[in-house]
């Protein structure tokens, strides 16, 4: 079990598995590893006075833990609880599916994408939006000296797209917004 100072037991004995793994055990002589000086196991030479660490309280709710480990290390973050829409899917991908499969992971990269709009949506509803002219460096551009800050840099072929992968998204959100405008006005329109 992790977390103990002492060393778990294998689940079978040197000599099952010598029989059955070709090859194993050939370090388990003493005399064939130069490390051995080194492998002294004293957890109180290292400062450890506990049997068992002492755990961490849950203040804020269950954390999320892997379906694989039967409890939560002895000292986790809590910097970052789970939150809206994006939290209950990491719940979800948590409690459901084992680190090993790809819908764990693929679920949690999807709930970064929804955790970034409920971040836009949130300041946008605070009545601080997210700037993209700013954001995209344009502005600053023609002020900070742009053919010299580039000189020497081994970064040049991707600097044209760099306005673009940061703007993109907004000008393709704007498009979106837009079409959904005209398309509502004459539908509005065509009523009356």
Known sequence: MAYWPQKPPLPETPEQLRARIPGWGVDLDPADRPS??????DPGAYGARWEF???QPERYGPRERSIEHAFLPP???TSAPLHGVSGRIRRFAYDRFSEGRNAHWLLLIAADRVDTFEGLVGAAVRGRPDDPVTETGVLAEPRSHPI??????VDTHHQVLDPVLVGGPWVL???GVLAAAVAAGRALSRRG
């Not at 010299?148 to 840099?153: I, Q």
Request: hydrophobic fraction near 45%.
């Open 148 to 153: 010299a800050s580039r000189a020497g840099r």
């Open 36 to 41: 051995v000086p080194q492998e002294v196991f």
């Open 75 to 77: 000292v986790f973050g």
């Open 173 to 175: 959100a704007g498009a």
């Open 53 to 55: 660490p002492d755990r």
